[in-house]
């Protein structure tokens, strides 16, 4: 299949951007010494301070366990601390240590750039179009999975 054959299905599009973006982004913040899913935790805990672990695990698409270790490991380094939570003692809640600060806005500059790099020679105009027509196929995508488990339907009637 030739390169302009492979990027007529949208699916295989997304996970080869998904996949070289993640590569790059990899490069360009292995200095900091973060893997992507600890980035990725970081950010959603900032955005989301004193979210249980179980709440992180779902936004990250991960299983309970896999997070557990990756907060272990952030904990470690002193990034983030567990509290627990005064209505629940089995619910561990996360937060972000002072430490975390410089951190995040490093790493925030790595995606900046790794963004507007890989957005180089892209018409501003076109962008938004393709970013309108991702979200929906988003959201379409995330009815499906909700249908899919039985919570909704995509179609009406």
């Not at 292995?30 to 672990?53: C, F």
Request: charged share 30%; proline share 3%.
């Amino acid at each position: 299949m030739n390169t302009a054959a492979r990027y007529t299905t949208i699916g295989y599009l997304i996970a080869d951007l998904s996949r070289l973006f993640g590569r790059v982004f990899d490069r360009r913040s292995a200095h900091l010494g973060l893997t992507r899913v600890q980035w990725r935790a970081l950010k959603r805990i900032h955005q989301n301070e004193g979210i249980s672990q179980a709440e992180l695990a779902d936004l990250l698409d991960m299983e309970p366990i896999a997070v557990g270790r990756v907060v272990d490991r952030l904990q470690k380094s002193g990034f983030v601390e567990r509290r627990s939570d005064p209505e629940d003692r089995r619910v561990w809640r996360l937060h972000l240590l002072p430490q975390s600060t410089a951190l995040m806005a490093d790493i925030e500059a790595v995606a900046t750039s790794v963004r507007e790099d890989c957005q180089a020679g892209v018409d501003p105009a076109e962008l938004a179009i393709a970013l309108k027509v991702l979200g929906q196929i988003r959201e379409n995508l995330s009815q499906l999975d909700r249908a899919s488990r039985g919570e909704s339907s995509l179609r009406k009637g």
